[in-house]
């Protein structure tokens, strides 16, 4: 059974830091390329952050300086630092997994088989 279990969101102020993690199980994990995204209240999910397969890594242009994307294939978990946070960076964040290769950019939604159920960043001014 694959599950993805995100964990370390939180509240925290403008300029604060947090790291994410998502746990991965039940599929070869170091197969598949791995993401994060996010979703704000009334608006599309969006691509956040990407790690292929290979270990090469995009991000999205308004996170590019302050998240960084990791992962540890022995322990099949996928991270994302978020540094100097900003209001707009509220959202749920999940993490989903899609199996090589991608037919469309990274960032589309419908390129990936597994998401994990979510976890809630909110960050105050």
């Known amino acids: 059974q694959v599950q993805l279990v995100e964990s370390g969101g939180g509240s925290v102020q403008t300029g604060g830091p947090l790291r994410l993690s998502c746990a991965a199980s039940?599929?070869?994990?170091?197969?598949?390329?791995m993401a994060w995204f996010r979703q704000a209240a009334g608006k599309e999910r969006e691509g956040v952050a990407v790690?292929?397969?290979?270990?090469?890594?995009n991000y999205a242009d308004s996170v590019k300086g302050r998240f960084t994307i990791s992962q540890d294939n022995a322990k099949a978990t996928l991270y994302l630092q978020m540094n100097s946070l900003k209001p707009e960076d509220t959202a749920i964040y999940y993490c989903?997994?899609?199996?090589?290769?991608?037919?469309?950019?990274?960032?589309?939604?419908?390129?990936?088989?597994?998401w994990g159920q979510g976890t809630q960043v909110t960050v105050s001014s």
């Open positions: 790690i292929e397969s290979g270990g090469f890594t």
């Open positions: 989903a997994a899609r199996f090589p290769p991608c037919q469309g950019g990274w960032s589309r939604v419908r390129e990936y088989n597994y």
């Open positions: 039940g599929f070869m994990y170091s197969a598949y390329s």
